[in-house]
């Protein structure tokens, strides 16, 4: 019963930074800011750190390409660029401090991109 109740505490636990290298957090941080992608693609042939960060960027870049056709809707359209601007951002920060994060409804999608 007590194993149980560590895996239960283990999983609702919030994310915890994993020790990496200054140059691996950049690689990964750099999944988030659009094109730079291709950057993390070319180098995460074993790291599945960077690759977990490289799905959510492909995921995230594919959004952004979307809502930049919806960009030019007054206030809405806006809206979603603006967000979109802020979870760019928060991912790469997250991915900075080596901290895996999950993008609220883009991480299912991105989880299923296989590398």
Known sequence: MNNESDQSRSQTKPA??????????LIAALSYVGILFLVPLLYSKKDEEIKFHLRQGIVLFVADVVVSFVGWIPIVGWLLVILALVVSIYGFIQAWQGVRWEIPFLSKYARQIKL
């Open 16 to 25: 915890e930074p994993v020790n990496r290298s200054d140059e691996q957090r």
